[in-house]
């Protein structure tokens, strides 16, 4: 089932900005960048160790990092936990009384599936389960 943390998504408002700090600070290079259109975000992504950094610049004013970052603003979003079976995963989620913000994955970014549990089942941390399942 879970089998690792997978990643920490952080929202900022720039992807720009953030990158020179992860890069010139940090001394990480980004490994890539990509748009998700479902979520309405742009991402870019660092490796650390077997765990990866997921910073979510909004595309749109409606996206739910958007909305996030105007209760919030820039900080850790979720934690991601990777699984090799994310159904069985959400059911078992499920099944323990945890409230579902996906009830089927949908496509995330680097061509993973992804679903997400409801902050106020988990604790106060939007968690989300992703897999390279097709």
């Known amino acids: 089932m879970v089998e690792k ?42 490796h650390v160790g077997d765990t990866h950094i997921e910073l979510l610049e909004p595309t749109s004013d409606d996206s739910p990092i958007a909305k996030f970052m105007s209760k919030n603003g820039e900080g850790i979003h979720h934690v991601a936990y ?12 499920q099944k323990a009384g945890a409230k579902l913000i996906h009830k089927t994955p949908i ?12 902050p106020k089942s988990t604790h106060g941390v939007l968690t989300e389960f992703c897999s390279d399942e097709k």
Do not use: P, W
């Not at 995330?108 to 409801?118: R, T, Y």
């Open 82 to 93: 990777y699984t090799n079976d994310i159904k069985s995963q959400l059911e078992q989620a």
């Open 5 to 46: 943390i997978d990643h920490l998504g952080i929202a900022v408002k720039s992807l720009e900005e953030s990158i020179a700090f992860y890069e010139n600070v940090l001394g990480i290079k980004c490994q890539g960048m990509e748009e998700v259109v479902s979520q309405k975000v742009r991402t870019a992504f660092f």
């Open 107 to 118: 496509d995330g970014a680097g061509g993973k599936k992804v679903a997400f549990l409801h």
